[in-house]
Every structure is written in C-alpha cells, then in structure tokens.
C-alpha cells in the first residue's frame, strides 16, 4: 500500500520561496501510469490542483500557478519536490501531495501540512 508523507517549513515570509518535499514509501514514483500531485487548500475555501510530474518526469501546472510553481523529483529518494515562489499571505494554506491513476480518482493522499506565508 503506497504512502505519501509531505515534509517542509510550516511558516514563510512573503515574496520567499516555499519549498515541500513529498516522501513515497510502499510504491516507486516511476510506476506506469501515475501521476504526482500536488493540491491545496486554503483555509475555508476548497481544493485546489496546483500540478503533478508524472511517472515518466514530465510536469503540468495549472495555468493560473505555472509562472511561481515547479515541481521536480528525486528518484533514488523516491521523492517529489514543491517550490511555490513570490508568495503572498494568499498561499496559506494545508498542501496535500497525492497521487492519480490515468482514469482514475486520487488514489493516496499524504496527511497534509500546513503553510503559513507571514512575516
């Protein structure tokens, strides 16, 4: 069974980068057909897609975070990295990685962790 744990500063200034890792265990993130995710909530609002990198290492943003976000993986830690640049107060939020079958629903989730952009 595949677990997804996220790790990473749970407080960041504004304009500073936020940086989350996601560790895998119980599954190799180059697996066919997945997808790693990453997914926000901010508080009181609802999830938001922010973008995977897939089994194969190819990367897809939603377009209205392409320009602040990457996503990147360390395959011989079997881990996938966040960076969210430039943020602002309005990036706090619980940030999920989570993984997606092709046709699938997200099938793993990790606990979620809280960010906080404050000075």
């Known amino acids: 069974q595949v677990q997804l744990q996220e790790s990473g500063p749970g407080l960041v200034k504004p304009s500073q980068t936020l940086s989350l890792i996601c560790t895998v265990s119980?599954?190799?993130?180059?697996?066919?057909?997945?997808?790693w995710t990453w997914i926000r909530q901010p508080p009181g609002k609802g999830l938001e897609w922010m973008g995977h990198?897939?089994?194969?290492?190819?990367?897809y943003y939603s377009p209205s975070l392409k320009s602040r976000t990457s996503i990147f993986r360390d395959t011989s830690k079997n881990q996938f990295s966040l960076q969210l640049r430039s943020v602002t107060p309005e990036d706090t939020a619980v940030y999920y990685c989570?993984?997606?079958?092709?046709?699938?629903?997200?099938?793993?989730w990790g606990q979620g962790t809280l960010v906080t952009v404050s000075s």
């Open positions: 989570a993984r997606k079958g092709v046709g699938t629903l997200f099938d793993a």
């Open positions: 119980g599954g190799s993130i180059t697996t066919s057909y997945f997808y």
């Open positions: 990198i897939s089994y194969e290492g190819s990367n």
